[in-house]
């Protein structure tokens, strides 16, 4: 059982960053695949990125390369996204999720665990 909590959400001017956190419970953190994804009103929840266990392989949605960063921290038990250039349409209700794969799955039913999210809102 891993319990997920998710931090760091807030209002922001489009061209500003935020970082988001995602501490987990429990001891065996570095054995998941770690993602973050976001469901704006009315949408579907969407892969944004996510990390492999071992060797931290990064994978990331077309609509955020460039400008958002997914790292982990196994000795934190946590998860982070560094979100730069943010834009409008990246307002969302971001949510951390854990994964007992091997590897890194863009799809939000293969993930077991889910924060409650935190809520990102780009002014324009």
């Known amino acids: 059982q891993v319990q997920l909590v998710e931090s760091g959400g807030g209002l922001v001017q489009a061209g500003g960053s935020l970082r988001l956190s995602c501490a987990a419970s429990?001891?065996?953190?570095?054995?998941?695949?770690m993602g973050w994804f976001r469901q704006a009103p009315g949408q579907e929840r969407e892969f944004v990125a996510g990390i492999s266990r071992g060797l931290g392989n990064t994978y990331y949605a077309d609509s955020v390369k460039g400008r958002f960063t997914i790292s982990r921290d196994n000795a934190k038990n946590t998860v982070y996204l560094q979100m730069n250039s943010l834009k409008p349409e990246d307002t969302a209700v971001y949510y951390c999720a854990a994964d007992r794969a091997i590897v890194v799955v863009p799809t939000a039913n293969e993930y077991d665990y889910w924060g409650q999210g935190t809520q990102v809102t780009v002014s324009s």
């Open positions: 429990g001891r065996s953190f570095s054995t998941y695949v």
